[in-house]
């Protein structure tokens, strides 16, 4: 039987799909840093320098990103429990 594809509308689906995007650029990060220590030609590894600096400037906007979802998140948990108490 085939299993239902999960939606990126839903939570899970789009907590997998944030996942395997991060999972892709952090990969991609490894191999360019891996691809630089390794480049003897100046010029091939100015070219992998500045998209290995591309990929880990979206890296870093994704973290914050991340860190300020789960800011907004963590300030109505606290809310709510302070208003049980």
Do not use: C, Y
Not at 13 to 32: M, P, Q, T, V, Y
């Amino acid at each position: 039987m085939d299993q239902p594809r999960l939606s990126a509308r839903t939570l899970f689906g789009s907590l997998l799909s944030s996942f395997s995007r991060s999972r892709r650029l952090e990969d991609r990060i490894r191999k360019l840093s891996s691809e630089a220590v390794a480049a003897t030609d100046p010029v091939e590894a100015n070219r992998i320098l500045e998209e290995l600096s591309s990929a880990l400037r979206h890296h870093v906007e994704r973290m914050r990103e991340l860190a300020s979802e789960r800011a907004l998140h963590g300030e109505r948990r606290r809310q709510s429990w302070t208003q049980l108490l």
